[in-house]
């Protein structure tokens, strides 16, 4: 593969997509020079969006909050398991809350800088380091039950489930260990692009697979049992003049429910497809940096404009487009009943109709970003801040 010389960073940086920055420093090594960075975007001269004024808001609840401690430049999103909340902050605290009133059961050090948010079930929690150590923690306890290595930077949460821990490195290769022992059971590994976004793309276990996106647009299913791939899809193509134009990259995890299996690709579409046979069933085209999240009727899509989509399920069709949020860096967002709710850049989380996409309420938190998407609660939603905040709320 050619790889890009420093030298032309700048120029490729100035022909960035506006809420793309360059990770020309300050961000840990990767196998290849990334010029995108998810971390550390921010809009190029574009302003964010004043915020709408809001006639007869709805209230919104504040149930609790809690702080764990900053994530940085890095991607970390809490984890919620039963009657549990498990958080974590780039400086290797982890600490699990109760989840109806945020009171802290443990916390814990690691004594080392981690670059992934929490995974795990009612059993084990997972986390690693930047520098690939995968840790696993009594859930109940959180003393390491027993640590592994994969082969570069983790940013993506682990993910636990059919005896297995899942933990995907930079370098576009999934691990799978025994969730007893941390032993190695497979990898499974994809060539990694020259040039591609930085950012934490994961993986989704379902139905006996697990379902990732790469580098090039490429969607892939792979069996559980051996690591094998079970199909492939192509989300998106290529295409441009240049090699930042080109960069098609799957972001975010892939969603999940039933048969279907959806995917996103910056600068190309957002695709659903038979989980069985990755038949697609429909693609949009368009453009995001956080993937797409369904419910039982729309698809919601956050586009790297700041615009928020409701897609038809069924068909891909635009339902709805809300886009007085334009250069605010959305989150996924999350739909909640009737409600859908998304984070910003400036620590906002904007709650809109589920079937109009219309304003219905705002809540500020700690002022820094919210890169990771919302949180479902049994009453409300969670979200925690780039600055560590955790606040759990209710529109009801």
């Known amino acids: 593969m050619r790889s890009l010389s420093r030298t032309a960073l700048p120029a490729l940086c100035a022909a960035a997509a506006s809420l793309l920055l360059c990770a020309c420093s300050g961000a840990p090594s990767m196998p290849s020079l990334n010029p995108i960075d998810w971390f550390t975007s921010k809009s190029s001269g574009s302003k964010p969006a004043e915020l709408p004024v809001l006639s007869n808001a709805q209230p919104v609840k504040l ?9 940085e430049g890095f991607f970390f999103s809490p984890l919620i398991v039963g009657d549990a909340v ?21 916390r814990i050090s690691l004594g080392k800088r981690i670059s992934s948010g929490v995974g795990g079930d009612g059993a084990l929690v997972v986390l690693a380091a930047e520098d690939g150590e995968v840790f696993a923690l009594d859930a109940q306890t959180g003393i390491v039950k027993w640590r592994a290595r994969v082969s570069s930077e983790v940013l993506a949460q682990p993910k636990v489930a059919e005896g297995l821990v899942l933990v ?15 032993k190695r059971r497979w990898v499974y590994q994809r060539p990694a692009a020259a040039l591609s976004v930085r950012s934490p793309v994961g993986l989704t276990i379902h139905q006996g697979s697990a379902y990732a996106g790469f580098s090039g647009g490429k969607l892939a299913a792979i069996s559980l049992a051996n690591g094998a791939s079970r199909w492939e899809a192509t989300v ?9 134009e080109r960069v098609t990259d799957i972001v975010g995890d892939p969603s999940a429910l039933g048969r279907e299996i959806c995917a996103a690709a910056y600068q ?10 990755g038949n697609q069933l429909w693609s949009r085209e368009m453009s995001t940096l956080t993937g797409v999240a369904f419910d039982a009727r729309y698809a919601f899509v956050s586009d790297d404009k700041g615009a928020v989509h409701a897609l038809d ?5 635009s339902v709805w487009k809300q886009d007085r949020l334009a250069n605010r860096q959305l989150s996924l967002p999350l739909p909640v009943g009737t409600e859908v709710a998304v984070g910003d850049l400036q620590g906002y989380i904007h709650f809109v109709a589920r079937e109009s996409g ?14 990771a998407a919302p949180i479902r609660l049994p009453e409300g939603l969670l979200v925690q801040t780039q600055s560590g905040g955790l606040y759990a709320l209710s529109l009801n």
């Open 358 to 371: 219309a304003f219905l309420a705002r809540f500020p938190t700690d002022g820094s970003p919210l890169r």
């Open 168 to 182: 995907r490195s930079a370098d576009s290769k999934i691990f799978a260990f025994g969730i007893e022992d941390g």
């Open 313 to 317: 399920r069924n068909s891909g069709r």
């Open 268 to 277: 190309g579409r957002v695709a659903c497809y038979d989980a069985l046979n």
């Open 86 to 106: 498990y958080a974590a902050s780039r400086a290797g605290t982890v600490t699990r809350l109760d989840v109806a009133n945020g009171q802290a059961k443990w």
């Open 63 to 71: 149930l609790w909050s809690s702080s764990i401690g900053a994530a």
């Open 236 to 244: 998106a193509l290529p295409k441009g003049a240049t090699e930042l």
